[in-house]
């Protein structure tokens, strides 16, 4: 079976994630569980989303889980990440964790496909 999708279409494969669908302001939405882990997409396109993220995951509000820039994406297979694209130089995804009680931005090596 093949899942996919970009912003809501994506975070709601994962366990939790952050959105901007309710009204007002970005919040914690609750997925599918499909994917382990929490995921924020548009990292690097909407201004909020980045600190947001970081300080949901190193509060503990928020598992440990990818962000992907706009133009990025992740092939995971059995929950375990197999291949990470993306389609605009510059894109990155990462794996974001506690590490030392801090958020820790892990970038995810990629292949440019056009």
Not at 52 to 61: D, F, K, N, P, T
């Amino acid at each position: 079976i093949v899942l996919g999708g970009a912003c809501a279409g994506s975070l709601c494969w994962f366990e939790e994630g952050t959105t901007d669908s309710r009204p007002k302001e970005l919040t914690i939405v609750q997925g599918l569980g499909f994917l382990k882990g929490s995921h924020c997409p548009h990292y690097d396109a909407e201004p909020g989303r980045r600190p947001l993220y970081l300080r949901l995951i190193e509060s503990g509000q928020m598992k440990p889980g990818y962000a992907c820039d706009n133009d990025a994406g992740i092939y995971f297979e059995d929950n375990t990440v197999k291949r990470v694209v993306t389609a605009r130089e510059g894109a990155k995804t990462y794996y974001v964790s506690v590490v030392g009680g801090k958020a820790s931005e892990k970038i995810l090596p990629s292949e440019l496909i056009k």
